[in-house]
């Protein structure tokens, strides 16, 4: 048992670390490491789904963490077509790419806008269960801790027959466990209200705790 739920969270971690690996990838780096400009938001959005769509790595991650570098403008443009991409792009590449792109944007000081909540308001509205698994495991990253643990409250509740995706309770709880004595207090929480039901989310919630004895 033990052994089933360690490598099912290390898929989950696997996961979470090729979408980071993929999604920091500066869509403007050259051989030499200088950096390209962009006239508009439009063309680094032009840019992000003709990569994804090629199946190249995609993501607008060096744009929207360090949003000082831009005007605000074109950041508040760059946003909402994200939010668009993520919901309807032609593809899954494509829609995986914008929500991770917007998720990233969480983990920046700088943005003047509630990041978290569009994430989670795009997870809310999408129909695709990738785009919704890759906005849960970068809650992990959000700045705003209230917003994403209380989020990943949500979902790591749901009974096993109400998933939002499958497995949506498991990772959850497994991006509640990477979130330090936070996520911690969290999990011994939900145990100790008895509130986690999913018996897979249930026995990782278990194991993880079994552990910080």
Partial sequence: MTSTYTSRRQLNGLAVALVISVGFCPLAATGQGATRSWSSAKEMLAILEARAESGEPASLGSVVRYPEKFAPATIDSVLAGLEILALDGRSPRTRQAAASSLAQA???????????????????????????????????????????????????????????????????????????PEGQTLLEELRRKNLVTDPTARGLLEWYLSRQR
């Fill in 106 to 180: 969480g983990s920046a000081r700088h943005h003047r806008t509630d990041i978290t909540g569009r994430a989670i308001s795009v997870y809310r509205r999408s129909r695709d269960p990738l785009v919704k698994r890759t906005i849960l495991s970068f809650m992990l990253f959000q700045l705003d801790r209230p917003s994403a643990l209380g989020f990943l409250r949500e979902i790591s509740v749901a009974p096993a027959n109400h998933q939002d995706f499958e497995e949506a309770s498991f990772v959850a709880v497994s991006t509640i466990s990477a979130m330090g």
